[in-house]
């Protein structure tokens, strides 16, 4: 597991400083906009939008990498039941990727250290919720044993680094809330189906996957 996590490490370190990827990310990312969010996502964010940050860890788990994702609780007022990755808003004085590590230790209950960063995604804009949101990708040699805050995580699943690889994405599947149904590009495995932000996010960390080998 040693040289693959230095291989993986180094080729996610080189694919999040080429530029000749940016396209490849655009692209990819373009493909999981829900069918109501018309592009919204990819637009400037408002100037009423709040500062956020969320946290892609890469860690190995019954000899996969998996990505720890989390069931947000049916009270909370953005975004209840849906699947996402761990992070939210920015506390006065600190920086996006302070915030992305402070709300994964806050819900996970597992503290990173800084150096396991590898670097950022392209930002994104959450118009449901009216959030800006700052990506942060990070890698771990060793399995967390995670302890979620049960005010903000009901459930913590694993996704497989696998299912963001494997043919025929996206998947398109319909969703309905109220008296809206709309259908979105999925993104599956580890009992999840991830869609909306959290989806296009890690569609983006696909493009830079591909050429891993």
Not at 2 to 14: A, E, I
Not at 160 to 177: D, I, N, S, W, Y
Request: hydrophobic share 40%.
């Amino acid at each position: 597991m040693n040289s693959d996590f230095d291989h993986l490490r180094t080729h996610l370190q080189q694919a999040l400083a080429e530029p000749g990827l940016l396209c490849a990310r655009q692209s990819v990312r373009a493909k999981f906009g829900p069918a109501l969010s018309y592009g919204r996502h990819f637009g400037p964010p408002a100037p009423s939008a709040r500062q956020a940050a969320v946290l892609v860890l890469l860690e190995p788990r019954g000899g996969e990498w998996t990505i720890p994702l989390t069931v947000r609780p049916d009270h909370l007022p953005d975004h209840p039941g849906q699947v996402s990755l761990p992070g939210g808003r920015l506390e006065a004085g600190e920086s996006h990727q302070q915030a992305a590590e402070r709300e994964f230790f806050e819900e996970l209950g597992c503290q990173l250290s800084p150096a396991q960063i590898l670097g950022e995604l392209l930002p994104l804009y959450v118009y449901g919720s009216d959030y800006y949101v700052r990506s942060f990708v990070a890698i771990s040699q060793r399995l967390y044993d995670y302890r979620p805050c049960p005010r903000e995580v009901a459930q913590v699943v694993h996704l497989p680094l696998a299912a963001l690889v494997k043919p025929g994405l996206p998947h398109e599947q319909q969703f309905t809330r109220g008296l809206a149904t709309w259908t979105a590009p999925t993104i599956t495995g580890g009992g999840a189906i991830v869609w909306g932000a959290t989806a296009i996010i890690l569609a983006e960390l696909n493009a830079l996957l591909q050429s891993f080998a």
